[in-house]
């Protein structure tokens, strides 16, 4: 057997012993993967495996700012959102003088045409805070990871800089609340941020690492605005019908129902569970070195992982499937 055969027998060796599989066979004609390459919004046929398409390229509207496209995330079967941040360059202008826009983009994934955007306007890129001993500091502000509501109406964002969950809305006068403020000493890691709203919308899942706990999901009741501990453990989103909720450890996919564990799936590396297909199917993106290395779908019924490559050399934010 030649050296090259041998490594092709080995790598076919650990990619069964990992439990993955390629091409699910359910994927049908229609099935389509959005995601975000190279500050791009990226359509690519699951099923045909056509070349990917732009959908979307801020570059075309702020030529020369930079630029920053993150995490793309799925709002219902109609939408889907993701987050524009712009660093207003002008060349030879102070550094606390430059603004930069924050912009909440919904998009059409049937047309990948932009259906709805909010923003603020052009604002600092610094912000002066006051400290409990009267002097000041400014700090960057910047939006981070963001869940949806399943109307597509409200927007949640843990916000740097001010150590908070804020809730942005797409409609109406009050655009912005503010809905807890976090100990920072004690996310020093990794700040809980947003992960899923219950379909009622009357819940949001937090997930963060913390040095009392460790990794950690919360529980933000956005009525009250009281946050409880859940799990020691990684993401956590609400299925559909808000009955279970699914969520990552280092190596498996679980989903538990009423406190009870159902589902224990294993899948290799880090998880950031994207989103639920149906009421059977995970979507979820697997992290190495802090990069998406791959595009996988958990199958409850059979236990089974499926992997999806796009044909894209790097990482990727946020993946999105729709089912048209």
């Known amino acids: ?44 046929d ?47 202008k102070p550094f606390e003088n430059i603004r930069h826009e924050y912009r909440l983009i919904k998009i059409n994934p049937r047309s990948g045409i932009v259906t709805e955007i909010y923003t603020s306007g052009p604002v600092s890129l610094l912000k002066q805070f006051r400290n409990e001993d009267g002097s000041t500091q400014n700090r960057a502000v910047e939006y981070s990871r963001h869940a949806a509501s ?25 655009p912005q609340e503010d809905l807890y403020d976090f100990d920072v000493d004690d996310f020093v890691l990794c700040p809980p941020f947003p992960c899923s709203f219950s379909p009622d919308g009357k819940t949001l899942t937090l997930s963060g690492i913390s040095q009392t706990y460790g990794s950690c999901i919360f529980l933000l009741n956005l009525d009250s605005k009281q946050m409880v501990l859940w799990r020691r453990a990684l993401e956590g989103v609400f299925s559909p019908d808000g009955t279970r909720i699914a969520y990552s450890t280092e190596t498996a996919i679980v989903v538990e129902e009423r406190d009870t564990i159902i589902h224990n799936i294993h899948a290799p590396q880090l998880l950031r569970i994207d989103h639920w297909l149906d009421d059977t199917k995970i979507v979820f993106t697997a992290v190495k070195y802090l990069e998406v290395c791959y595009v996988g779908i958990a199958d409850l019924d059979s236990g089974a992982v499926f992997r999806i490559d796009p044909p894209v050399k790097g990482s990727i934010d946020g993946a999105c499937l729709f089912r048209f």
């Open 1 to 44: 057997m030649t050296s090259s055969c041998r490594a092709v027998m080995v790598a076919l060796l650990v990619w069964a012993a990992l439990g993955c599989h390629h091409q699910p066979p359910f994927l049908k004609s229609g099935d389509v993967l959005y995601y975000i390459y190279s500050n791009k919004v990226y359509k690519y």
């Open 46 to 92: 699951v099923s045909q495996q056509n070349k990917p398409v732009v959908i979307y390229d801020p570059e075309q509207e702020f030529k020369g700012d930079v630029i920053r496209l993150a995490d793309l995330c799925k709002i219902n079967e109609s939408e889907m959102l993701t987050s524009l941040d712009v660093t207003l360059w002008s060349e030879g």
């Open 150 to 174: 399943a109307d597509g109406q409200k927007v949640a964002a843990y916000v740097s800089g001010e150590y908070k969950i804020s809730v942005r809305r797409f409609q109406g006068t009050n």
